[in-house]
Nanobody, 124 residues
Framework: HLQVEESGGGMVQPGGSLRLSCTAS????????IGWFRQSPGKEREAVSC????????IYADSVKGRFTISRDSEKNTVYLQMNSLKPEDTAVYYC?????????????????WGKGTLVTVSS
């Protein structure tokens, strides 16, 4: 079982920024595609962004294009989600997920292992 862990959530005012991190403590993320998802109360979980193992392919939800950036740092064994220009509708629990393959698919489908989530609240 491959376990990933999210960090970096918190409360921020509209227009602010946060950076989420996805890490693994006992294996390398280098070989896997990674995705970020979110779920708000009363809503279904939705894909936010995902990145291939090499970082050469990325996918973004239309709602976050131009505001969020996914990246990965092999040395730190971390995948980041930089979130800028945050809006109240970005409020959600954000989940990191790992795909037991090295490529991404439309909609970031096919994730196999999930973290427990980190809460992001955008409010004034």
């Amino acid at each position: 079982h491959l376990q990933v862990e999210e960090s970096g959530g918190g409360m921020v005012q509209p227009g602010g920024s946060l950076r989420l991190s996805c890490t693994a403590s006992d294996f390398s993320l280098d070989y896997y595609a990674i995705g970020w998802f979110r779920q708000s109360p009363g809503k279904e979980r939705e894909a936010v962004s995902c990145i291939s193992s090499t970082g050469g392919s990325t996918i973004y939800a239309d709602s976050v294009k131009g505001r969020f950036t996914i990246s990965r740092d092999s040395e730190k064994n971390t995948v980041y989600l930089q979130m800028n220009s945050l809006k109240p509708e970005d409020t959600a629990v954000y989940y990191c997920a790992l795909d037991d393959s090295d490529y991404v698919l439309p909609g970031c489908i096919g994730m196999d292992y999930w973290g427990k989530g980190t809460l992001v609240t955008v409010s004034s």
